[in-house]
C-alpha cells in the first residue's frame, strides 16, 4: 500500500492539487474501489485539505465523474485497447479479432473494465457518472457494428452486439476468477463470430 500512495508527490496544496486528486483517485478506486474510498483516504494521498478537495469538486460524486472522463482519455489505461478499432494499419476483421488479443499479465491481479465496475458500485446512486459509462458503452457498442460492417457481416448489428456481450463478460469473468484465461476464450468465439457473420468459413 505505501508503494502506491507514494506515487503521489507528497506536495501539500498550491498548484497541481486537482491533478494529485485525480492520480489518487484513479490510484485509489482501482485497488480498494470507489465506495471504499472516503473523502478523508483521497485527501491524505493526494495531500490536500478537505478544503482544497471541494475547492476542485463540490462532491464525491463529481469526482467520480471526473474519474471516468481521466480512465476513458488514458490511451494506456484499461479502456485504451478500445482504440484499437480506429487503427488504419488494420484491416476491419484485424481490429476486431485484436480487441480481444491482449490479456492482462498472470502475475497482475485482473481489475476489469473501471467503466464496468464504476457501474456495479455506484448501482444507480450517482446519476451523472452512470450517465457517462452508459454513454461510453452504447459509443462502444456502435463502433462495433460499424467496424462489423466494414468486416462484410451480413448483419452488422447483430455481430457488434455479439461481440460486445463477449468482450464485456470475458473481461468480468477475467475479474471474477482474476484469471486471463476467458480473454483467450473469447478471441476463440469471436474468431467464429466474425467467421460466420462474413460468410469466412
Known amino acids: 500500500m505505501a508503494t502506491s500512495e507514494a506515487a503521489v508527490p507528497a506536495v501539500k496544496g498550491g498548484r497541481g492539487a486537482r491533478e494529485r486528486i ?3 483517485a484513479v490510484q485509489l478506486f482501482a485497488r480498494e ?5 472516503g473523502i478523508a ?15 476542485h469538486f463540490p462532491s464525491k460524486e463529481a469526482l467520480v465523474s471526473a474519474y471516468v472522463q481521466r480512465v476513458e482519455s488514458d490511451p ?12 488504419g494499419d488494420l484491416g476491419a476483421r484485424e481490429r476486431l479479432l485484436h480487441l480481444f ?12 473494465c473501471p467503466l464496468h465496475n464504476t457501474a ?4 444507480g ?17 456502435a463502433r462495433l457494428v460499424k467496424t462489423a460492417a466494414e468486416a462484410g457481416a451480413r448483419d452488422p448489428e447483430t455481430l457488434g452486439r455479439q461481440l460486445a456481450v ?20 473469447a478471441r476463440e468465439l469471436a474468431e467464429t463470430l466474425i467467421n460466420q457473420a462474413t460468410g469466412a468459413v
Do not use: C, W
Open 166 to 185: 463477449l468482450f464485456e463478460g470475458a473481461r468480468a469473468l477475467a475479474t471474477s476468477l482474476n484469471d486471463g484465461q476467458p480473454y483467450q476464450d
Open 101 to 112: 488479443a491482449d490479456s492482462p499479465p498472470p502475475a497482475e491481479v485482473v481489475r476489469g
Open 76 to 87: 494506456d489505461g484499461p479502456i485504451g485497447v478500445e482504440a484499437v478499432l480506429e487503427r
Open 41 to 55: 483516504k483521497l485527501t491524505q494521498v493526494a495531500h490536500v485539505s478537505t478544503r482544497t478537495f471541494y475547492q
Open 120 to 123: 456495479v458500485e455506484t448501482a
Open 22 to 24: 485525480m492520480r489518487a
Open 33 to 37: 474501489g470507489i465506495h471504499a474510498t
Open 125 to 141: 446512486t450517482m446519476p451523472g457518472a452512470a450517465a457517462l459509462v452508459e454513454r461510453h458503452k452504447r459509443e462502444f457498442g
